[in-house]
């Protein structure tokens, strides 16, 4: 019953008034940079710093945790409705969310966005209070050649993931993987096909190909058709959620938190995982899956819950070992120092406050958002009926603005614009964008840990079959590999046939 | 390209004006009069970003101004210093220097950077220094240098993780191994945490980190310190011995301080650099810096643009024989 007193005391602290203030305010501004595309967490936390710094380091810590779910919540928003991804995560829910969006179901696509964020953070706040430190060990296990073989099942379901020809969602994995290997090599530090330009020796922006692939790309697509059809539909369609669609989620929630769950603890790529995954698993046993593609409520349900369970055990590594899993959560560890406080094992002893009041704060801070979401789903969605051509310069303008703010660089600004451009190339030759962007996100860490392992085994490969985690992976990846293979190959025979007589 | 070639036009152009405003500017000897930029050229959340807010909200409240920090990160630290380097030298404009971007950038990069890390600036003062220490897995049975000496002769090999390939600890495990007479097996990280989270998990059983990422980790007894690489002992790790005690010559402390573009006038670099050590000697923030690991600087202008210049010709043959060019 320790956990229970622990987790009251830390109520204790997360509902103080200073506190859920704070709380409040970090989920607003979370929210909204969300809800404006590029801006991400990571510069508007850097941002924000020196404003906490006048504050207790608890209030400090759950304002900047608020930002940081915050922004998983909002940025959803701009994926259903407008097709702009503005993190790697919302990428999967612009699949079927957008669709949803334009059959009118705009309402119903953000609600379950929301509960099932909701659920998921509500579940995954248990878990980081239950069982953090057992989870550690877990992460502690993973190896790299364990990392190698899950990124390598990653990429796999990239492949299964997109729609129409295997051949063409292979393609352009491998177009993603290439673009991932501009900039510097981690394990040499030379430049690979940077041209000499500078801004070239970080690699490609990742919001830059997001949002020139997704945003940019459907603008210029829907500048194409005549106005009266580029509006998404005349009719929003009721925001509540029908019965059949509400028992279609419910199952996708959970398998999506349960998943999410797991893959957050993991550094690195965790969360993006987690959502790509969930999309994965719901395509291959939800009940709905003969209607992805085009606007499946699993689709943004099973992905939506395990990003936002993701981004909660994302904490663990820090709470826990004071390693951050990702640049936001080095920047608490970077705002915790500055307060005087070194995260790890001992904080639990030593800042009781602190580690019980944030794993607190982060359940009220998910009611909050809750509560802030819902009742504003009415207003996201009357945007759509603001007319196209006032709406897509507005857009525009927040891309940019948003790209400019992440390196304050012009150059990005223009790499989303030529990604836009190859974008809508793509989409008019039926290439899909989302294959490419997870081989892009996958595959320079694929990379690393590849040649991380085989540095320290010395140049022997058995590391990969040895080790169970990486030999339990690579059999699943060779599995679903297989299962995506055979159907193709003997629709492709049937196909051949067809012309053939 | 085109726009490159005009915006490097531009920037080239850019010097000439600030220096015909430059008497205007002693005229009003208002400094300063507006917010102060101070240019961070790594991501948010790394150590020297950490320093970098902590010297602008030192410095805010000395100086009357606002000190904003903006972080430009790319190449080895080397386009926020470039741009710094380029920037007006009127006094608004600091960049936070660095062992990377002022000591060994400029030779893995060398012919590809358009600032001299020595002359295209004014260096203000040193703020603070972290010793390197080399932390072992409790379980790795590595408890002294000589230890991971016989282990590096052997058969296997010794794998020492580090943040990064061309950084000050990559130069560090190269000199180790030219000391110890045999290569050490580098296993470069993105950054520090993925590389200790692999020695603590034992993965990899030695790291040679700054003190500031390793201290807690230490204190914790998740790893254990092996030796300090600097000249003498550290006063918050006093039973830590030195890497000279243990009979290998190596001393190497990662540095970070505050510069300006050349030609910002000396009177501002003076003050600049009497706030920086005044705020610096508060015996909270020492207090703070100490807990960290980290000695604050106190030099002056002078003596940190020759702390600079020795950096650069110090780190050079290391990088030669690292093979951590770009090209």
């Known amino acids: 019953m320790d956990l229970l007193a622990n987790l009251a005391h830390g109520m204790g602290v997360a509902l103080s008034l200073n506190n859920l203030l704070f709380c409040l305010i970090g989920c607003l501004i979370g929210t909204a940079i969300g809800v404006l595309p590029g801006i991400g967490p990571v510069a508007t936390i850097s941002l924000l710093l020196p404003i906490t710094f006048g504050q207790p380091a608890t209030t400090a810590i759950i304002m900047l945790a608020g930002i940081y779910y915050g922004a998983q919540y909002g940025g959803s928003t701009t994926a259903i409705l407008l097709n702009l991804p503005g993190e790697v995560s919302s990428v999967v829910t612009t699949l079927e969310g957008y669709k949803m969006a334009r059959r009118g179901r705009a309402g119903a696509a953000l609600t379950i966005a929301a509960l099932g964020s909701f659920f998921a953070g509500t579940v995954s706040t248990v878990l980081v209070a239950a069982s953090g430190p057992l989870l550690t060990s877990v992460a502690l296990s993973f190896g790299p050649a364990d990392y190698f073989s899950l990124m390598l099942l990653g990429l796999i379901i990239a492949a299964v993931l997109a729609q129409g020809s295997v051949l063409k969602s292979v393609a352009m994995v491998t177009v993603g993987v290439a673009l991932g290997l501009v900039g510097t090599d981690v394990q040499t530090g030379q430049q690979r096909f940077t041209f000499g330009i500078p801004e070239l020796s970080d690699g490609v922006g990742f919001v830059s190909i997001a949002m020139g692939m997704f945003g940019i790309a459907e603008i210029i697509l829907n500048l194409e058709r005549p106005e009266s059809r580029s509006v998404l539909s005349s009719k929003v369609g009721s925001l509540m959620l029908t019965k059949e669609e509400f028992r279609r989620a419910v199952p996708s929630v959970i398998r999506g938190t349960a998943l999410g769950s797991v893959l957050g603890i993991l550094p690195g790529g965790g969360a993006a995982l987690a959502s790509f995954g969930s999309y994965m698993m719901e395509r291959k046993v939800s009940k709905g899956r003969h209607e992805f593609g085009t606007g499946a409520i699993e689709g943004v349900a099973g992905p939506e819950s395990a990003n936002n369970a993701a981004s909660q055990t994302s904490f663990i590594p820090l709470l826990t070992l004071g390693i951050p899993a990702n640049a936001v959560m080095a920047l608490m560890v970077g705002a915790l120092i500055i307060q005087g406080i070194q995260p790890g094992p001992r904080m639990v002893e030593a800042q009781p406050d602190l580690f019980w009041g944030l794993i607190a704060s982060m359940w009220v801070g998910n009611l909050m958002l809750l509560v802030i979401n819902l009742p504003m789903i009415g207003m996201w969605v009357k945007l759509l009926q603001v007319p196209y051509r006032y709406m897509y310069p507005s857009i525009l303008i927040f891309c940019a603005i948003g790209v400019y703010s992440l390196q304050n660089n012009v150059f990005d600004v223009y790499q989303t614009v030529i990604f836009g451009i190859f974008g809508y190339l793509c989409s008019k030759l039926r290439l899909e964008p989302a294959p490419m962007l997870i081989g892009f996100v996958l595959g320079p860490m694929m990379e690393e840990h590849l040649r991380r392992a085989m540095l320290l085994s010395r140049g022997d490969w058995m590391v990969f079959v040895e080790r169970p985690i990486s030999a339990t992976m690579l059999a699943i990846g060779f599995v679903a590999l297989a299962a995506m293979l055979l159907p193709s190959i003997s629709r492709k025979k049937d196909a051949a046939i067809q012309e053939g007589g | ?327």
Do not use: C
């Not at chain 2, 998740?222 to 690489?229: D, P, Q």
């Not at chain 2, 009979?247 to 573009?261: I, R």
């Not at chain 2, 600079?308 to 290391?318: F, H, K, N």
């Open chain 2, 1 to 327: 390209m085109s726009w490159t070639l005009r915006r490097r036009a531009l920037l080239a152009g850019l010097p000439l004006a600030a220096i015909a405003e430059r008497p205007a500017l002693a005229q009003g000897g208002a400094w300063p009069s507006q917010p102060i930029r101070l240019v961070v050229p790594f991501a948010p959340g790394g150590t020297t970003d950490l320093v970098a807010r902590l010297v602008a909200a030192g410095l805010q409240e000395r100086l009357g101004v606002s000190v904003v920090v903006e972080n430009r990160a790319g190449a080895g630290a080397t386009v926020g210093s470039e741009m710094v380097a380029r920037a007006a030298p009127d006094g608004y404009t600091l960049v936070m220097s660095n062992i990377a971007s002022h000591g060994i950038s400029p030779s893995v990069y060398r012919g590809r950077i358009r600032y001299d890390a020595v002359t295209d600036f004014a260096h203000i003062a040193l703020v603070v220094s972290n010793p390197t220490v080399w932390v072992a897995n409790p379980r790795s049975g590595i408890r002294t240098l000589g230890d991971a000496a016989a282990k590096a002769r052997s058969a296997g090999g010794l794998d020492v993780a580090t943040s990064g390939a061309g950084s000050s600890n990559h130069l560090m495990v190269v000199r180790m191994g030219q000391l110890i007479g045999t290569e050490l097996n580098h296993i470069p990280f993105r950054g520090a945490g993925p590389a200790m989270q692999a020695v603590i998990a034992g993965q990899v059983p030695m790291m040679s980190d700054s003190l500031p990422s390793a201290a807690n980790h230490i204190r914790q007894g998740s790893v254990i310190a092996v030796a300090m690489a600097s000249a003498e002992r550290h006063p918050s790790f006093p039973e830590v011995p030195t890497f000279r005690e243990q009979g290998f010559d190596l001393a190497s402390d990662s540095w970070f301080g505050l510069s300006a573009p050349a030609g910002t006038p000396a009177a501002v670099v003076e003050r600049l650099n009497r706030e920086t050590r005044a705020f610096l000697s508060a015996p909270e923030i020492r207090a703070r810096l100490a807990e960290l690991g980290g000695t604050p600087g106190d030099l002056s202008a002078e003596g940190y643009g020759e702390f600079v210049r020795r950096e650069v010709a110090l780190w050079a043959p290391l990088v030669q024989a690292s093979g951590a060019t770009p090209d």
